[in-house]
């Protein structure tokens, strides 16, 4: 049986960076949830019969709305749900099923890095055919129905076993809980040269992944040690737990600081690396060396012909705004084309579908490519792997040779977490003020030769998205970006990215807060950060 239930509307259920996220309470607030699914389907059209994919990453809060989105889609008309087995599906092994199995869209159930428990995150997406995130056009529209919903649509069926492998009938829909693991593991196989990973772990070669208590666990376990060989022992944390084992899942320099630890000590293993609560973001560390994964994607893109699946070469490559400019030298060298996009990988969809790049990342830890449509942890992972398998050299010798062939960008970001909004505002409308008048004026000790708020013309629709961060040109080409998170669930983030390009090898070796102290100078004189958000210093620096 279907029923239609009346509601008023949520005012705040806004799409940020990457979809609704929020505090598990408010989405369990009576019909907060199921309007906004509702709102998602009536902002699509032609979805009767057809198929949708349904996982998350498996925290809290997870498998209930997974059983109501479930209900909704069968009374909305979809044909065929693909839920992956526990409601578990990374974010990329999401967008591929949506991709394999030609499935009309996904909603993945992920607030990414951000913590999970009952007082914690939680967040719905939904992404399109191509296995991407919803471009703005449908955020927009989704948002705009938020605003005036009335009614949700929902069939009365129980529970689905989702732990159970096999096809169920729910609201005359078809339900089937799949392997979350195995098509995406099949499809790394075709990508990179399992053999010649293998061969370097038999090798001795030793490596420590850090699954972070999330969603890559069952990913890691599969690919890492049942066909690549790596010690069980080497994949740390690898059960997914609902509330991530009180961690932020976040693979950074904060969060995951015990393998950032661990890498920098004598007993390091050789290859280090971490994912984060939905399986798409990756840290990379050689011993005794973080990668940044601004450095990563250049460095990635630069030997990503290694790798069988990227043995043609690269159409391009892609990277958001505030990642340092360490990709478009390999670009200029590749001579491949090179994009400049707004902050969240929904901006990457269209350059990928048109055969415009083939890698893309964030300086957020995101890399990935045109295999699917989201960023990638484990693909990340993999590629390095693979590079590494080729080159016979250590991390620290290949991050080495690039710097000296293409220089080196001192990059570093300062988060400011949970300020006030109002003053966070305050801050950005007074920088915004002066912007026009910067150019030739000093900011400490350097001059800024050009400022700007980005703004974003997509070459493959013509969109244009604005106010997608403020830039700060300085001569001798350091840069500096501010702009406030789409992501956070409480007050505002501040978030201020620095780099320095440094070409003479001779200065490779400086402490990265020290190379870059100028431009972080720089950005308290311009901003006025401590007097605008009353902090001495940012939360976290990655
Ligand atoms: C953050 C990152 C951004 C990433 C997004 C989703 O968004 O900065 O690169 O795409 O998370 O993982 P923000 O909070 O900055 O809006
Ligand atoms: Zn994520």
């Not at 699946?309 to 340092?324: D, E, V």
């Amino acid at each position: 049986m279907t029923r239609t239930v009346s509601i008023t509307p949520f005012k705040d259920q806004k799409p940020g960076t990457s979809g609704l996220r929020k505090k598990v309470p408010v989405f369990q607030a009576p019909g907060y949830t199921e309007a906004f699914i509702q709102s998602i389907f009536d902002s699509l059209e032609g979805f009767q019969g057809k198929t949708l994919v349904i996982g998350g990453d498996g925290r809290f809060y997870n498998r209930e709305v997974i059983q109501t989105a479930l209900r909704m889609a069968a009374a909305n008309g979809f044909g065929r749900v693909l839920v992956g087995r526990g409601g578990i599906l990374s974010t990329p092994a999401a967008s591929h099923m949506i991709r394999k199995y030609e499935a009309f869209g996904g909603l993945i159930l992920s607030a990414s890095h951000n913590p999970g428990g009952p007082t914690e995150d939680f967040g719905i997406k939904y992404n399109i055919s191509n296995g991407g995130p919803a471009p703005e056009t449908i955020t927009d529209a989704i948002y705009a129905r938020t605003q005036v919903i009335d009614r949700y649509r929902i069939a009365d069926f129980d529970d689905v076993d989702l732990d159970e492998l096999g096809t169920f009938e729910g609201g005359g829909m078809t339900i089937e809980v799949v392997d979350p693991v195995a098509d995406y593991a099949e499809l790394m196989e075709t990508l990179f040269d399992f053999g010649a990973i293998r061969a370097l772990v038999s090798g001795g070669f030793r490596v420590a992944f850090d699954a972070m208590h999330a969603v890559t666990g069952p990913y890691a376990s599969e690919i890492l040690v049942r066909r690549l060989g790596v010690d069980p022992a080497s994949v740390l944390n690898a059960t997914p737990l609902e509330d991530f084992g009180g961690h932020h899942p976040d693979p950074n320099l904060v969060h995951a600081r015990k393998l950032y630890d661990l890498m920098m000590s004598p007993e390091a293993p050789d290859f280090g690396a971490a994912s984060d609560g939905d399986g798409d973001r990756n840290l990379i560390i050689g011993r005794g060396v973080f990668v940044t994964p601004s450095d990563s994607l250049a460095m990635l893109a630069a030997n990503a012909h290694l790798a069988p699946g990227y043995k043609n070469g690269l159409k391009g490559i892609a990277r958001s705004m505030p990642t340092s400019g360490a990709a478009d030298r390999v670009a200029a060298k590749l001579g491949v084309e090179m994009h400049e996009t707004p902050t969240g990988w929904k901006f990457f969809g269209n350059l990928l579908d048109a055969g415009r790049c083939t890698i893309c990342g964030e300086e957020s830890a995101g890399t990935g490519s045109d295999h699917v449509r989201e960023k990638d942890g484990l693909w990340a992972v993999l590629l390095w792997l693979n590079i590494l398998a080729v080159r016979k050299q250590s991390v620290m010798e290949i991050v080495r040779d690039h710097w000296a062939e293409y220089g080196r960008t001192y990059y570093s970001r300062h988060d400011y977490e949970a300020i006030d909004t109002g003053q966070a505002n305050q801050l950005f409308s007074a920088l915004e003020g002066k912007l026009d008048s910067l150019a030739g004026h000093q900011a400490g000790s350097l001059t800024i030769a050009k400022a700007d708020s980005f703004t974003y013309h997509d070459p493959v629709d013509g969109s244009v998205s604005r106010n997608q961060g403020i830039r700060i040109f300085f001569e001798g080409g350091s840069r500096l970006v501010f702009r406030l998170s789409g992501t956070g669930t409480s007050g505002a983030t501040l978030r201020v990215y620095m780099e320095r390009h440094e070409p003479d090898p001779a200065h490779h070796d400086e402490e990265t807060q020290e190379a870059l102290a100028p431009v972080i100078e720089a950005a308290e004189a311009l901003a006025e950060i401590r007097k605008w958000t009353g902090r001495d210093s940012p939360t976290v620096i990655t």
